[in-house]
């Protein structure tokens, strides 16, 4: 079941910039996850996928993009 109040947002996949990357050993090249933690300090969101969690600088990723209405937050 998922968490109705979770903000949701597709990212670039870190592995892309493997040069043996694999679709279907590392997923495809945009993740889409739950912001689970902020650090202040260094504007680092920690985006949860399934049971992973991975560190996101949404002013260095292109295909950053929150996926939950801006409303939504209000």
């Known amino acids: 079941m998922s968490n109705p109040n979770a903000i949701t947002v597709k990212f670039s996949n870190?592995?892309?910039?493997?040069?043996?990357f694999n679709e279907s050993l590392y997923?495809?090249?945009?993740?889409?996850g739950?912001?689970?933690a902020f650090d202040n300090?260094?504007?680092?969101f920690t985006?949860?996928?399934?049971n992973l969690d991975y560190d996101v600088d949404p002013l260095s990723d292109p295909h950053f993009?929150?996926?939950?209405p801006w409303n939504y937050l209000d």
């Open 34 to 36: 739950v912001l689970s």
């Open 41 to 44: 300090a260094s504007g680092i």
């Open 14 to 20: 870190p592995r892309i910039d493997e040069a043996s």
């Open 47 to 50: 985006v949860r996928v399934k």
């Open 27 to 32: 997923g495809p090249k945009i993740l889409e």
């Open 65 to 68: 993009k929150l996926v939950t």
